[in-house]
């Protein structure tokens, strides 16, 4: 297969970890005989720094033409702690997302038996944890009516019911390859927006009998996934909830750095991970390319080329078991592994295979 990526390698720890990304994908393009034409293009505080915008045109148009985005993460805090910044990097993002369409949002929370341990939750509730939460990705509060004066500011968080039906249609995709169980978070006893969720929800579920679709107040599904992960097998929320409930995922896992997603809808897709641009981290080769390199293997996947990502999951299993691995979970006394390290060691593993 021919693929055309733009690569979006943004800010803090964005490019080491793309670097390796990169690496990963290429080798597995070597093993299978694709052949896989890059273009990098600015996104985020970089972009404001080079150009003045956090989503110039011009990488506009070079996601436009790509088959996949391959995005790293942006961010930085010399605006973190401006409010009064006019252009901050996420709204490159926020860009990106909107105008490519992104409008569903595909997080996977899985657990590694060798990691549960670096979980703050006890080993015997995180262990074969499994489930994917379905954000939808350009509506709500993020994308609604706001205004910012100096004493009163709002967000709107509006849906309109096509917005809500073709997010729910690809949860119930999921669930239906899944374990067949879908969970709808809302905050329907207070928002007028879940209300229309949930009335959707309900008019939908009837169209797919195979799948158990369950009702959950936010509230409740956020204290649910730390008392009893593994009863989730697709939950599927709107932006604002999907993007807390997905940090706190993390914790299921056990790091930050090992969560991939792959965002799709009516343009170029785009594979990255659910962390931000850890600008403390940044060029210290510590952070954690796993989660860039399973956005990579999301990314064959996407494309039906399983095997490609089989391998890389598998690469990415076999790191971990061998404790070659960056140091926030690496085992006591382990060696030191950085980022290009960890990266390399994968590169490795495919070549031979
Ligand atoms: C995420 C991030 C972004 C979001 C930020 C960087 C704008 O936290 O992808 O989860 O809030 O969506
Ligand atoms: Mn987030």
């Known amino acids: 297969m021919k693929l055309k990526i733009a690569v979006l390698a943004g800010d803090g720890i964005g490019p080491e970890i793309m670097e390796q990304g990169v690496a990963v994908m290429s080798a597995v393009a070597q093993k299978f005989g694709h052949e896989v034409e890059y273009r990098e293009a600015l996104c985020g505080a970089h972009a404001i720094d080079e150009v003045g915008d ?17 995005f790293a993460s942006v961010g930085d805090p010399k605006f973190d702690n401006d409010p009064t910044a006019k252009v901050r990097p996420e709204q490159g993002l926020l860009a ?11 997080r996977p929370v899985t657990t590694f038996d060798c990691l549960v341990h670096k979980s703050p939750l006890k ?5 074969g944890a499994d489930f994917i939460c379905i954000r939808e990705l350009t509506g709500g509060m993020y994308f609604g009516e706001k205004r910012e004066g100096t004493d009163e500011a709002y967000d709107t968080n509006y849906y309109s019911r096509p ?15 899944r374990r067949k169980h879908l969970t709808v978070v809302d ?6 927006s879940s209300r229309l969720w949930r009335k959707v929800a309900q008019e939908m579920m009837v169209e797919y009998p195979d799948v158990v679709t369950d009702f959950m107040y936010v509230d409740n599904a956020a204290m649910r996934m730390i008392q009893e992960p593994r009863f989730f097998d697709v939950m599927v929320t709107e932006n604002t909830f999907g993007d807390i409930l997905t940090d706190e995922g993390s914790c299921i896992t056990g790091s930050m750095g090992l969560l991939p997603s792959a965002s799709t809808g009516e343009h170029t897709p785009v ?6 641009s850890w600008p403390q981290g940044k060029g210290l080769n510590i952070a954690n390319p796993l989660a860039q390199i399973l ?19 598998e690469a990415v299993n076999a ?21 290009r390290e960890v990266g390399q060691w994968i590169v490795k593993y495919i070549e031979k295979k």
């Open 319 to 339: 790191s971990l078991d061998q404790n070659v691995r960056t140091p926030e979970i690496q085992v006591e006394g382990g060696l030191h592994y950085g980022t």
């Open 187 to 192: 905050k329907a006893n207070v928002l007028a």
């Open 295 to 313: 956005s990579v293997a999301m990314l064959y996947e996407y494309f039906g080329l399983k095997e490609e990502g089989t391998l890389i999951r």
């Open 123 to 127: 080993d015997e509730l995180v262990r």
């Open 163 to 177: 917005e809500v039906e073709r997010i729910l249609r690809v949860a119930y995709q999921y669930a239906r390859q």
């Open 96 to 106: 990106m997302r909107k105008r490519l369409g992104l409008f569903a949002n595909v």
């Open 54 to 70: 956090p989503f110039p045109e011009e990488t506009f148009q070079t996601c436009m033409e790509a088959n996949a985005v391959l």
């Open 271 to 276: 594979f990255e991970p659910i962390h931000g």
